[in-house]
């Protein structure tokens, strides 16, 4: 292995961070979509990495192989172990942040890559996990996780097909494997939750007050778990222990009430009053409201333009 000062830094931040690794750039790549995840899928010629070493956690699934039936022969230095690799469709590989590692692939291949920002997984695990005791257990490319499979497909597809409440999915999914690798891939393991009556009356105040002065942003489940100071695991069940609803249901619900406000009091356009109350535009807000009120928008409007 090389000397510490010669191992490369690889920096998910930046736009085509994985460029100098690899014989081709990224087919299909997320940089700027996503605040704390990143995906890549690559087609590749065989290659050699240099020895390198991330800023963010990574996760490598390999896909299928470009030139050959069977899976790629190659082998993977990591973490100061080596290890011939299996590398079966669907086998996940775990490269912890700021762990040294180099690999080769000796046919032509197919795989992907999902990184996460490790102070995402410090925020999600602040009351599961002492957050500085947070350290992935390094994996190579020769088992499965179903979990991760599906999280994989799930971000991809949304990348390459978009539809309508894609930054609420990508929010949960990235939540959803940050809360999974501190799970069953972290070195200490979680800490059993001592919550049992829902928010307090205090926490839920605040967050409750806080979504209704800026329905007009894309909330996110782990900004409104950090108002609450536990994690978005905690506060998705204990928000939902205390009002019945889950927090999108809740922010759901307050959009159409203002929204049926401006109708009845203001002189908005109804395309202004959606954006005003945080839909995407007007036909986003008409499909929600006809569903949740039983009359479209036009419908509830008074006497006046319309």
């Not at 700021?98 to 197919?110: K, P």
């Not at 307090?200 to 806080?210: G, I, W």
């Amino acid at each position: 292995m090389k000397t510490q000062e010669h191992v490369v830094k690889l920096d998910f931040s930046q736009e085509k961070a994985t460029d100098f690794l690899l014989p081709k750039p990224a087919a299909l790549s997320s940089f700027d979509c996503w605040k704390n995840l990143h995906f890549e899928l690559h087609q590749q010629p065989k290659f050699d990495t240099p020895e390198h070493e991330g800023t963010w956690h990574v996760v490598a699934q390999g896909l299928s192989y470009l030139s050959a039936a069977q899976p790629s022969a190659g082998e993977r230095w990591l973490d100061g172990k080596l290890s011939r690799e299996r590398r079966d469709r669907g086998d996940i590989a775990i490269i912890p942040a700021n762990v040294s590692q180099r690999c080769n692939w000796n046919t032509s291949a197919e795989f992907a890559i999902l990184a996460i920002d490790p102070a995402l997984l410090k925020q999600v695990g602040q009351d599961l996990v002492d957050p500085d005791r947070i350290q992935l257990i390094p994996r190579f490319m020769s088992e499965q996780d179903v979990l991760i499979q599906g999280i994989f497909s799930a971000v991809r597809e949304e990348l390459e097909f978009g539809k309508i409440g894609g930054d609420l999915l990508i929010d949960r999914l990235t939540t959803t494997l940050a809360i999974h690798l501190l799970r069953k891939y972290c070195t200490t393991q979680p800490k059993l939750s001592s919550y049992a009556d829902g928010l307090s009356k205090s926490k839920l105040q605040q967050v409750t007050e806080y979504i209704n002065s800026h329905l007009d942003r894309d909330l996110k489940l782990i900004e409104l778990a950090g108002i609450a100071q536990i994690s978005p695991y905690h506060f998705l069940r204990l928000f939902k222990q205390s009002l019945g609803i889950t927090p999108h249901q809740y922010i759901l619900q307050r959009r159409i009430e203002k929204a049926k406000y401006l109708l009845q009091h203001g002189q908005l356009s109804i395309a202004d009053i959606a954006v005003r109350v945080g839909f995407c535009d007007r036909s986003h807000m008409t499909r929600c409201f006809k569903r949740i009120v039983g009359v479209t928008p036009k419908q509830l409007l008074p006497a006046r333009s319309q």
